[in-house]
Structures are given as structure tokens and as C-alpha cells.
């Protein structure tokens, strides 16, 4: 099919070559291919997403064949300094400095062993062991968060 253009004023085209049409003159265009324009599907930028650890500002490294995570669990504005060690055979353990004294008070208190004397470390007795560390952080803080607000 053709397309027919009939300029009403006279074009100039450029940057190449000056050609000056004459509005009398019809020039007939045939295309060689058929061009489609539709609108494209926008794209959603996301960034990848990260662990709890690592959104809390926790740190991670590798002790021998154990990944240590150390950071502060939080509840509201209090913090307690944590550790986390995860085995590669995924086994999770999770540890608490000096932990607040109204944890004797939580339904899980028991499940809090002392990690030598006078060390101040904690470590915690899973009922149902954490699959990841995140999880791991979450439930220790969910346990400091029932011990201060029942």
C-alpha cells in the first residue's frame, strides 16, 4: 500500500541536502517494511532482597565451619548485644549477652542456659529449631518483647 503525502507549504528537509518541495507536486512514499508502534511494557526496578540479619545491621563471618552472626537484638528502644552460630549442618544456635532480668519472668526462662561462669553469654533451648538465622533473631526478640510487655 502507499502513502501519499501532499505538503500544503513548501518542506525543506535537512541536515542533509536541501530539497525543496513544491505544494503542487505529490510524491508517493511506498514503505519497504511495516514499522508497529505499540507501547512498551514499563519495567519495576527492585532491589534484591536481604535478610533480617542484615536489614538490623547484623554482621557475618565465617569461623572455621560455623557462620557467626553478631548483632543487637532490639526491642523498642532497649538492645542487647546477640550472636548467632550456624553450622553447616544448619543447625542454629542463638546467644544473648547479659540478658534483661524480666526474661525470668517469660514462659521460656528455662529454656535460657548460662554459657560458663561469669561469662554474661545465654544461649537459648529451642523447642522447634529456627530453619535460618533470621528466624532465629525473630524469636529471640519476640521473647524480649513478651518479657517487657506481657
Known amino acids: 500500500m502507499a502513502i501519499v503525502i501532499e505538503p500544503t507549504r513548501p518542506i525543506r528537509i535537512s541536515p542533509s541536502v536541501a530539497i525543496l518541495v513544491e505544494p503542487s507536486r505529490v510524491i508517493k512514499v511506498t514503505p519497504t517494511e511495516a514499522v508497529r508502534i505499540a507501547p512498551v511494557k514499563a519495567l519495576e526496578m527492585r532491589p534484591p532482597r536481604r535478610g533480617a540479619w542484615d536489614e538490623r545491621g547484623w ?27 550456624k553450622e553447616r549442618s544448619g543447625k542454629i544456635t542463638a546467644y544473648i549477652h547479659n540478658p534483661p532480668v ?10 535460657f542456659q548460662q554459657v560458663g561462669v561469669g561469662t554474661g553469654w545465654f544461649l537459648l ?26
Open 125 to 150: 533451648h529451642w523447642r522447634r529449631a529456627p530453619s535460618n538465622v533470621d528466624g532465629a533473631i525473630l524469636y529471640m526478640e519476640q521473647v524480649l518483647d513478651e518479657s517487657f510487655n506481657r
Open 59 to 85: 554482621t557475618r563471618r565465617m569461623d572455621g565451619r560455623k557462620e557467626l552472626y553478631e548483632g543487637h537484638y532490639q526491642v523498642g528502644t532497649r538492645r542487647f548485644y546477640g550472636r548467632i552460630e
Open 102 to 111: 524480666e526474661i525470668r519472668r517469660h514462659r521460656h526462662s528455662a529454656c
